[in-house]
């Protein structure tokens, strides 16, 4: 390579690194400035007197604490639910022949083409008949069923060996303990990938909450934070602050389990 | 697929053991299957229903002006003079064309340039797919905050430069380029991720054949790059579209529709018709039905793409 080609390259490194990484600094930073530094122009680049007023303005003020909490329940116990009833349905798709299979198999991926978006007002409709809204066990069911969940645990059960179910099977080994001692543990790679991500999709599904909650006490933080989002006047401090709060779980996920989302994105891809 | 449930030797009655055995592969199905049916296929039968009929969201069996009534396809006729969506689709579509193909050329041109698989590489990366772990609403608040008019960053850099005081947000058609420009930084580093996975996997040697024969860089891009990276491409554009057909989260916290009606795209226009007015449930259920066909067309052309791929 020409050196005039090195340096061209960085810089166009130099210029994608501060486009992506500023924006989510620059909010960290304002978070941390005082009512009267956030709208100082010009703009203080670093806080020049760095205070956590706005978080506690907001921990004291709105029940954040409580939207915290909604989030967490709802989004572990949901990832839960998807990962288990994915790992059931790929599971008997990947080594099952029986009546109707493929019947099935088209059936939940026929899912993929209606995407909450579209069926708003029918599944308010379901789910008020179901006695649902307005409570985090329907934010928590509603969405746990995923086709492309289904689809990722299909896949990678398919490439476990047939002769382990069979010697089970010889061993008259009951099919949920086939379930529980041989294909959990072999999938484990494909389950953590699928918890991660589901994780992430719950913390951060609006929609979701948004059709199904009504009252504030259920709020979860996306909802938290729309609702302080209005066509007139917003309240920036407080704003920034339970953004930067509803990022920090992510960031914990993303440093923890980068490799395992990264790759496991790769791998989808590739295998698509 | 593997044959599991061998028996040894053919049995006429029902054993518990045998009806247990048969019954299992559609037990572990009964969840997925039964939560689908209830949140997804029945809403989108009653959906496409409804479409046919002028009504409210609740009806109430006693209280007859809440009713339903029938009548026929009259709703969808009504759809081509309702300006509301009219201007929504095609502010739509508008969106799709602009915001898809730019976001692939970002994605692209993000993908050649940090492909090499190196420790720093692999770091700038990270940074560049960060995005997509945060939901598109806080992305909104983070544009939002930085386009602000007298108090954003960019319009402080502008600043700098002479420029003063862009309205970003107050603009109809600033605000229209402030979404596209968010929506392509908020999806970039995911699709960038599916690209470098595409050009992984293109043999190195073609590229050394390339420079033996002293071909340029732009003609190996031309000519190796983007032929063997097509069905990455593919999957990049379609998946794309569906994403910006159904764009919606990221206008809530970065205009809230605004100013006017100028960012309002379909999703919000429906949820509006549906929730916010009376007596339209009908009319919102044939705008999603007219976005149904859309995607649903969208989605067999994906899985068409998808099965030609080795």
């Known amino acids: ?272 | 697929m593997a044959i599991s449930n061998r028996e040894p030797a053919p049995v006429a009655g029902w054993t518990p053991g045998r009806l247990g055995r048969v019954a299992w592969p559609y037990l572990l199905l009964l969840p997925t299957v039964a939560l689908l049916f209830v949140f997804t296929l029945y809403p989108l039968i009653q959906g496409l229903w409804m479409s046919l009929f002028t009504r409210g969201i609740v009806v109430v069996p006693q209280v007859e002006s809440t009713h339903p009534v029938f009548v026929g396809f009259d709703n969808f006729l009504h759809l081509l003079d309702d300006k509301n969506f009219t201007t929504s689709l095609f502010k739509t579509i508008g969106f799709v064309v602009v915001a898809v193909p730019l976001q692939l050329a970002v994605s692209l041109g993000l993908a050649v340039l940090l492909a090499p698989q190196t420790r720093f590489y692999a770091f700038v990366r990270t940074i560049v797919f960060f995005p997509s772990m945060i939901s598109m609403l806080i992305i909104g608040v983070i544009w939002a905050w930085l386009f602000g008019r007298n108090s954003g960053l960019i319009n402080y850099v502008l600043s700098l430069f002479g420029i003063e005081g862009v309205p970003w947000l107050e603009n109809e058609v600033l605000a229209q380029i402030a979404v596209v420009i968010v929506w392509v930084w908020g999806g970039a580093g995911f699709n960038m991720m599916i690209l470098v996975a595409g050009l992984t996997s293109i043999p190195k040697d073609l590229y050394e054949a390339a420079a033996i024969d002293n071909t340029s860089k732009w003609r190996q891009f031309t000519h190796i790059t983007l032929p063997l990276l097509q069905p990455s491409i593919m999957v990049v554009v379609v998946l794309g579209i569906i994403e910006a057909f159904k764009v919606y989260e990221l206008v809530v916290s970065l205009t809230t529709g605004g100013p006017g009606r100028a960012t309002v795209y379909l999703i919000q226009n429906i949820y509006e018709t549906a929730f916010r007015t009376v007596n339209q449930a009908g009319m919102a259920a044939a705008q999603s039905a007219v976005l149904f066909v859309i995607l649903m067309v969208l989605t067999i052309l994906q899985l068409r793409f998808a099965r030609k791929r080795p």
């Open chain 1, 1 to 272: 390579m020409t050196k005039t080609n090195t340096i061209g390259r960085s810089i166009a490194v130099g210029a994608v690194l501060l486009l992506f990484a500023l924006p989510p600094i620059w909010l960290l930073l304002s978070s941390l400035k005082s009512q009267a530094e956030i709208f100082q122009w010009p703009p203080s680049l670093w806080p020049q007197q760095p205070t956590l007023q706005s978080y506690i303005d907001t921990f004291s003020r709105a029940n954040f604490l409580q939207y915290f909490q909604n989030s967490a329940v709802v989004s572990v116990l949901s990832a839960l639910l998807s990962v288990t009833i994915s790992v059931m349905a790929g599971y008997a798709l990947a080594k099952f022949r029986f009546k109707g299979d493929t019947f099935f198999f088209l059936l939940i991926m026929s899912a993929l083409m209606v995407p909450l978006q579209i069926v708003l007002i029918p599944v308010f409709l379901v789910l008020r008949d179901l006695g649902l809204l307005n409570t985090l066990a329907g934010v928590i069911i509603a969405p746990a069923a995923t086709p492309s969940g289904v689809f990722l645990m299909r896949q990678y059960i398919v490439s476990i060996p047939d002769s382990l179910l069979e010697a089970a099977r010889i061993d008259r080994t009951p099919e949920w303990r086939i379930l529980l001692r041989i294909v959990v543990p072999l999938a484990l790679p494909a389950i953590g990938t699928l918890l991660a991500f589901n994780l992430v999709w719950r913390w951060n599904d609006y929609l979701w909450p948004f059709l199904i909650i009504t009252e504030q006490q259920n709020w979860t933080v996306q909802l938290a934070l729309a609702n302080s989002v209005g066509r007139f006047g917003i309240d920036w401090p407080r704003l920034l602050s339970i953004s930067v709060m509803s990022v920090i779980p992510m960031l914990v996920i993303f440093i923890a389990l980068q490799k395992t989302l990264m790759n496991g994105l790769m791998a989808g891809a590739a295998k698509e």
